[in-house]
Antibody
């Protein structure tokens, strides 16, 4: 059974880089079955798709594209999110997830942007 | 900027039927948008219900069904149960790769 677990700092200062990691257990991150996504949700608001990566490449939310990178570390079976130049508007619960045919979600991790 | 629109809220009686819709600002939603539907209860991570318009997961209750309806993606709940009270989100893919979530529909069972 495939499971996902997010990890990373819960507090990031404005203008710095938010870095999160999602550890995949139960299958290879290289499997073409999976599209690995990052999704976020500000408190009391809806879901926002941040981006995804797959063996065929990565795509990003156009509103975040200039600040976001999603990459894969096959040696650790992890994929990661980096979001540059953060502001308070980036404060949210961040989820890693596989979507589509194989849908698996992490439990989410709260990230607060504050000095 | 692409906008995906859902009803903000809907109320349904126990045992009743309710249909949630998901519209795209770019025009009619088709299977090429691979509509996905998710359920989220307070304090929980979202749970997928439907992928690629109408495909269910092993855990999706039979009373949930997905379809295309009048140029929109639709999620129908038939024989609604109290535990179906939740927020529901649709997700559409543009160009097959770029996802956009709808704003969500709060379903109240009353």
């Amino acid at each position: 059974q495939v499971q996902l677990q997010e990890s990373g700092p819960g507090l990031v200062k404005p203008s710095q880089t938010l870095s999160l990691t999602c550890t995949v257990s139960g299958d290879s991150i290289n499997s073409a079955h999976y599209y690995w996504n990052w999704i976020r949700q500000p408190a009391g608001k809806g879901l926002e798709w941040v981006g995804r990566t797959h063996t065929s490449g990565s795509t990003y939310n156009p509103s975040l594209k200039s600040r976001v990178t999603i990459s894969v570390d096959t040696s650790k079976n992890q994929f990661s999110l980096k979001l540059n130049s953060v502001t308070a508007a980036d404060t949210a619960v961040y989820y890693c997830a596989s979507l589509g045919t194989f849908s698996i979600w992490g439990q989410g991790t709260m990230v607060t942007v504050s000095s | 900027q692409t906008v995906v629109t859902q009803e903000p809220s809907l109320t349904v009686s126990p045992g009743g039927t309710v249909t949630l819709t998901c519209a795209s600002s770019t025009g009619a939603v088709t299977n090429a948008y691979y509509p996905n539907w998710f359920q989220q209860k307070p304090g929980q991570a979202p749970r997928a219900l439907i992928y690629s318009t109408s495909n269910k997961y092993s855990w999706t209750p039979a009373r949930f069904s997905g379809s295309l309806l009048g140029g929109k993606a639709a999620l129908t709940l038939s024989g609604v149960q109290p535990e179906d009270e939740a927020d529901y989100y649709c997700l559409l893919y543009y160009g097959g790769a770029q996802g956009v979530f709808g704003g969500g529909t709060k379903v109240t069972v009353l």
